[in-house]
């Protein structure tokens, strides 16, 4: 059986990081995508060189023409530019919006089978863009941002209990901006509810700090954002669509009247992810506070769908 292709659509920070991702896990042939002259290519250069290093065998093309997209199975999109100190997520809507209307007319005519799994932001808008230009299914169109969300809960609930990662679960809905919400009523210590360990007044500033997670990188490294994070969240997406795995993680997705969220809007909602792409958006019962909270962070991003127009 010939090997997957996966697209990346963007060889920037994230971009780089995927296609490093997607060859140590052996998920397929890459090809990596940038406006910028040649880096690409020394981007690609540099991964073939470190295949036989981990043992990973995978082509990789760096190119400037997205025709070299040509019948992927899976698109990964960060093609965008990143936030700045002081920056929000939707500071980006106007420029972003131009940058995934153009590649989406590339994903379209080159990809039109694929699964596309869009990172940059404003995640929630760009996603719902993405799918207006492909017109692809709603199914086969989806956004990264609760996973790592969700991930960077995970891991301050980790270090605050001092136990291992993977024994905690948690949600994060709602769009991937400063309104997010952090789903306390369903994240657990190994089925153990999350509240009965950790005082209500830690939970407020462990959930506080999610929601900053990502402006939290912004100033340190004060040029860029988050990268190793989003790619490994994007990668999870991708293995799970491109191995059948049917995980359910949070996801952008788009809802038809689930958590009351109408007019095919795209926002954070549990997911099964398989072979079909979204298979399904799982309903979970939210407190009132979580489903007003979700309720807000809907609005918000209704507003950004106005300025992709
Ligand atoms: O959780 C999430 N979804 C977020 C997403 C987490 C972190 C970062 N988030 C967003 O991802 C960020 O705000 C940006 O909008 C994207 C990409 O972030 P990255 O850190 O990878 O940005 P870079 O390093 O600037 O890379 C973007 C690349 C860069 O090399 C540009 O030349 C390229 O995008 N670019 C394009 N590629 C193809 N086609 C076009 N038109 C294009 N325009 C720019």
Redesign the pocket.
């Known amino acids: 059986m010939a090997r997957r292709k996966i697209a990346l659509?963007?060889?920037?920070?994230?971009?780089?990081?995927l296609a490093l991702l997607t060859g140590l896990r052996k998920l397929g042939d890459v090809v990596l995508?940038?406006?910028?002259p040649d880096?690409?290519q020394g981007k690609a250069l540099d991964l073939q060189h470190l295949a036989p290093v981990f043992q990973c065998d995978f082509s990789i093309k760096g190119t400037n023409d997205?025709a070299d997209i040509e019948g992927a199975d899976v698109c990964i999109v960060?093609?965008?530019?990143?936030?700045k100190p002081g920056m929000s997520?939707d500071d980006?809507v106007r420029t972003?919006a131009?940058?995934?209307r153009?590649?989406g007319e590339?994903i379209k005519k080159y990809a039109p089978n694929s699964f596309v799994i869009?990172?940059?932001?404003?995640?929630d808008a760009?996603t719902w863009l993405m799918q207006q230009v492909t017109g692809f299914p709603a199914a086969k169109v989806a956004?990264?941002?609760g996973?790592?969300?969700s991930a960077r809960y995970r891991a301050f609930l980790a270090e605050e209990l001092q136990v291992s990662v993977s024994s905690v679960s948690a949600f994060v809905l709602g769009g991937?901006g400063d309104d997010m919400v952090p789903v306390r009523s369903f994240t657990t210590v190994n089925g153990v509810p999350v509240a009965n360990l950790i005082s209500a007044e830690r939970l407020d500033a462990i959930e506080k700090r999610v929601r900053g997670a990502?402006g939290e990188?912004v100033a340190l490294l004060k040029s860029?954002?988050?990268?190793y994070?989003?790619?490994a969240?994007?990668i999870e997406m991708a293995e799970s669509y491109l191995l059948d795995q049917r995980k359910v993680v949070a996801a952008a997705a788009q809802c038809q009247g689930q958590y009351g969220v109408t007019d095919g809007l795209y926002i954070g909602v549990p997911v099964i992810i398989g072979a079909g792409g979204i298979e399904k958006i799982v309903e979970i019962p939210l407190s009132d506070a979580e489903q007003s909270e979700l309720a807000a962070s809907v609005e918000r991003v209704k507003g950004l769908l106005a300025l992709c127009a």
């Not at 960060?78 to 936030?83: A, I, M, V």
Request: aromatic share 4%; no cysteine; hydrophobic share 45%.
């Open positions: 659509i963007g060889a920037g920070q994230i971009g780089g990081t995508y940038d406006v910028v880096m690409p997205i960060t093609s965008g530019l990143p936030r997520r980006l972003n131009e940058i995934v153009t590649v590339g869009v990172v940059t932001n404003p995640l760009m956004g990264m941002a996973v790592l969300d991937h990502g990188i860029g954002s988050a990268f994070s989003p790619a969240s994007a």
